[in-house]
């Protein structure tokens, strides 16, 4: 995926004005609001269970003691 800044050296000749400077920034801001939105909208959510260890059985064996 490549990366395009939005305010490239090249690009700002074409702008006369602070009020086209700002509306492309807006643009800008909207259009990385849009992807983040779009990239939370495709989590899904987690579905596994933890486990620590395995169940044991306790048995009722007498200790020996010596």
Do not use: C, G, N, Q
Request: hydrophobic letters at 30%.
């Amino acid at each position: 995926m490549s990366y395009d800044p939005p305010f490239a050296p090249e690009s700002r000749k074409d702008e006369r004005t602070l009020h086209d400077r700002v509306s492309r920034a807006r643009k800008a801001r909207e259009d990385a609001a849009a992807r983040v939105a779009d990239r939370y909208a495709k989590i899904k959510p987690d579905k596994r269970r933890w486990r620590v260890r395995d169940e044991l059985e306790i048995r009722s064996d007498p200790s020996y003691v010596r």
